[in-house]
């Protein structure tokens, strides 16, 4: 009786899971093994297996190259941004500016996670505009030249970096933060009486007992991050050149052009690709 209960509160979302997320999935895969265009979608048996024609074309398709090379660049150099700023934030909660309205300072770090990225990316491709933008603007005032941020190839793609760090790093702030509070303070008295510095405290105690919680907020962004797309599609659209195009939105530009098996394709290579990143960092962490 109590597993049939159970079931019966489980049922609504397994039906969901199935209906609107491993269904879509399974349909993708399959998808991915065909010719089928968005005219094939009146006559599917019109429809052509290819096999990995679609696999094999990915290899050789210059977009999709650039748009890996700028995904793992993304992810490279946003990962460690994020929690670098989310593990300072939260130190200076749990310590420093503790004796401050500390949920102030949580709200406000965490505040840009929960807003609209639409409205942010708009935001700040109007901060980043070259000529009427606050960023270059603040930069005249201390004698210095601004750039054109978001159409120059050089500046475009990090400048999306540092606005998806300040957004992302409040989740993990909070997260990370929790982990602090849950370190006994013994341990940091006992190494105080043993002579550690604030360094060594941070070193030996800190960083030890956040290790499961940083696992999983790498993890977490990892995945994430990996998928960024709107950021790219409000400011700048993948330009200039393809500068900042992501994989996530060459897939969408793909799905929007009609080719559907060639998008599944690309899909299910970027679904089995952040699949096995998150199990290659869980059992390294794991391990460590």
Request: net charge positive; glycine share 10%; charged share 10%.
């Amino acid at each position: 009786m109590r597993r049939t209960l159970g079931w019966v509160f489980v049922l609504p979302f397994v039906v969901m899971f199935a209906v609107f997320y491993l269904g879509p999935l399974l349909v993708g895969i399959g998808m991915s093994f065909t010719d089928m265009r968005s005219t094939d979608v009146a006559d599917p048996l019109a429809v052509n297996v290819v096999g990995v024609d679609n696999y094999l074309r990915l290899m050789n398709d210059a977009t999709m190259r650039k748009a890996a090379i700028n995904t793992v660049v993304f992810v490279l150099t946003c990962l460690p941004l994020t929690i670098g700023l989310a593990l300072g934030a939260a130190v200076l909660l749990n310590s420093g500016i503790a004796r401050l309205p500390a949920a102030f300072f949580r709200l406000g770090y965490y505040l840009p996670n929960i807003t609209s990225i639409i409205g942010i990316a708009v935001a700040w491709k109007f901060l980043l505009e070259p000529e009427a933008g606050l960023v270059n603007r603040l930069l005249e005032l201390v004698g210095l030249q601004g750039a054109n941020w978001l159409q120059d190839e050089s500046t475009a793609l990090p400048s999306i970096i540092v606005m998806t760090a300040w957004r992302s790093f409040g989740f993990d702030m909070v997260v990370l933060l929790a982990g602090l509070q849950a370190i006994p303070r013994e341990l940091y008295e006992a190494a105080s009486v043993d002579g550690a510095g604030r360094w060594q405290r941070f070193r030996n105690v800190t960083l030890p007992g956040l290790k499961p919680v940083l696992l999983f907020c790498t993890v977490y962004s990892s995945i994430g991050f990996m998928q960024f797309m709107e950021e790219v599609l409000v400011m700048t659209r993948g330009g200039p050149l393809n500068s900042t195009i992501s994989a996530s939105l060459a897939i969408f530009n793909q799905f929007g052009a009609g080719n559907y098996g060639y998008a599944g394709a690309a899909s299910t290579v970027l679904f089995t690709v952040i699949v096995a990143l998150a199990v290659l960092q869980l059992r390294l962490g794991r391990q460590r």
